[in-house]
């Protein structure tokens, strides 16, 4: 039976977490954090005490795209010095096309999100992008994904440098000009407008290609920071540089070595760490990443210390000499994703265990992605059995209260269970709540130090592939649910769908569907879209059920299909209830 909590509770359990006075039916104020220049559409990053917060920003418009590099043969009848805002979209949707333009270096990169701060108003994130050299405007092609700020207003993410068109050579050796950079995504600190790029600490011995990946997650107010970085080179893209560095046998015959080395490996990244999410699948690094910490000191100098991860033995056979046969300990990946004020982050790790299946059967030697902390110098594995191929702790708090989730069986099918665990214990034990109902999938994001924890939740038992999601708010203490949405104002035009992060005033970073119009060729196109918000204290009565409905799915100009392909990737992705930290 589908478990129903009183709208008087929940907000009670909100208002003991506000550090104003609040009745208990009050409802939640529902701020939009805006948005960046020429932008529709918005996920939050992370928020801080204060209330202050970064955004991720996504379906762009206004990019200085280089239509005198644009073929009309590709482009037909379409004149770019008068395009209307439908066949600019087209346009824009074509270079970012992952099996198409973008993945080709010889034609314009453009970016695909960008970031800003809300405090109070919304400001763009500067100091990332480039002045194309030939135009002297802004490339427009580097991507800043925002995380995380803390109480002094440094933001982390994962952002790359800009693209600039240079002479080389193609895989025939002629002459061409490629859109490129001597760099990959990797992790940043921001403040005021300077940005300064995270370094990675490499394995002993390891050479990373040029600086390898990486991402920050999350800040504490000690100016620790947390994420991945690539500690060595994977043994695919050893393999690859072997090949673009190797002229084929024949002489004139087409090979990857004909090109420039940086141009080869690229490609190579763009397909595995690109393209495949585009596909729908995982991005598959091609680097060794492990979790990192990264301490900014007063003279603004940056300490890199690996955090590390596991390791796999590996038996290597020869393939000249069959008894030629050697064992090799293999770095996993790891990463860590929050850090509270003690120090002590959390995160997952790859290891080797041995699994039990549903049925009871025991699989040894499975390489499993679990939940863990890292504490003084040591790796803390959280889970004591291995029932879950996959498990991840997304936050920890001052309590030393961490929060995750682990895929379980549930039913016939498997499905997020959201846990707590107290690292306080000298035997930590995963605790794993019901939620809305007991096949419920809901992962958490975020939980401050009252143990209110944050996330999404499938909030309805009905049977679908694809249930329907909302934000949700859980207090560890009293064992009380909710979903968001119950604490909303009647006719508030927005609908919660997920929880990203709350702080210790009670303010929720959350994401939601709201209706929104964007002038396309002189006319409203009016439809729902994601938009990343803050909720907070307000006055009137909570609606309680029923609450969010209220959104307009479409009115006004009718849907152009490149719209319905970009609100229907959205959806994906929210259905699909990927968490921000990839």
Request: aromatic fraction near 8%.
């Amino acid at each position: 039976m589908l478990k129903k909590y009183s709208v008087s509770v929940l907000a009670a359990a909100v208002a003991a977490s506000v550090s104003v006075t609040a009745n208990a039916n009050d409802a939640l104020e529902v701020v939009d954090l805006g948005t960046a220049p020429g932008a529709y559409v918005t996920f939050p990053g992370g928020m801080n005490e204060l209330g202050e917060a970064v955004v991720v920003n996504r379906e762009l418009w206004q990019q200085n795209i280089r239509y005198d590099l644009l073929t009309q043969e590709v482009f037909g009848e379409l004149d770019f010095d008068n395009l209307t805002d439908a066949q600019y979209r087209s346009v824009r949707n074509l270079l970012n096309n992952p099996q198409g333009f973008a993945g080709n270096p010889e034609v314009q990169k453009l970016a695909t999100q960008v970031s800003h701060i809300f405090d109070g108003s919304a400001r763009f994130l500067l100091g990332f992008d480039e002045l194309d050299a030939e135009t002297n405007e802004f490339t427009d092609s580097v991507n800043v994904v925002a995380n995380a700020i803390n109480d002094a207003g440094f933001i982390v993410g994962s952002a790359g440098e800009a693209y600039q068109r240079r002479d080389t050579t193609d895989r025939e050796g002629e002459p061409v000009r490629y859109f490129m950079r001597d760099s990959y995504p990797r992790a940043f600190v921001y403040r005021e407008g300077e940005v300064t790029f995270l370094p990675s600490d490499p394995l002993e011995g390891e050479e990373v290609f040029q600086g390898g990946t990486g991402s920050a997650f999350a800040i504490n107010q000690n100016n620790q920071i947390v994420g991945r970085a690539a500690v060595a080179n994977s043994v695919n893209l050893n393999a690859r540089l072997v090949i673009c560095q190797t002229p084929p046998e024949e002489e004139g015959a087409a090979s990857a070595a004909n090109e420039e080395l940086n141009v080869c490996v690229w490609r190579f990244w763009n397909t595995n760490e690109v393209l495949s999410v585009a596909q729908g699948s995982n991005r598959a690094p091609i680097f060794i990443e492990q979790a990192h910490l990264w301490q900014l000191n007063d003279d603004a100098s940056v300490e890199a210390v690996r955090l590390g991860g596991f390791e796999r033995l590996t038996t290597i056979t020869n393939p000249e000499d069959e008894d030629d046969v050697t064992e090799q300990l293999i770095p996993l990946p790891s990463r860590a994703l929050d850090i509270n004020n003690q120090g002590i982050a959390v995160g997952t790790a790859q290891r080797v265990v041995d699994f039990t299946n549903a049925n009871g059967q025991v699989f040894p030697n499975i390489t499993v992605t679990s939940s863990v902390a890292f504490r003084d110098g040591d790796i803390i594995p959280l889970q004591q059995e291995f029932r879950a191929q996959t498990s991840e702790a997304t936050a920890i708090n001052d309590n030393n209260i961490a929060v995750g989730y682990s895929i379980l069986p549930a039913g016939s099918a498997s499905r997020s269970r959201a846990y707590w665990v107290d690292l306080n214990s000298d035997s930590p034990e995963m605790v794993y709540p019901t939620g809305f109902f007991n096949t419920s999938s809901w992962r958490p994001r975020a939980v401050n130090n009252q143990n209110v924890m944050v996330g999404q939740a499938e909030v309805t038992a009905e049977i679908a592939q694809q249930r329907r999601t909302v934000g949700f708010m859980y207090d560890i203490d009293s064992n009380a649910i909710t979903d968001l949405n119950t604490l909303l104002p009647c006719n508030s035009g927005y609908r919660i769908v997920d929880a990203y992060d709350i702080n210790d005033r009670g303010e929720i970073l959350a994401l939601a569907t709201t209706s929104v119009a964007i002038p396309v060729d002189g006319e409203d196109d009016v439809a729902a879209r994601l938009r990343a918000v803050r909720l907070q204290a307000g006055s009137g009565s909570a609606c309680g059920e029923g609450a969010g409905e209220d959104v307009v799915e479409r009115k006004g100009a009718s849907v152009h299909p490149i719209v319905a392909g970009v609100m229907a990737l959205f959806a994906l992705l929210i259905t699909r209830r990927r968490m921000k930290r990839a």
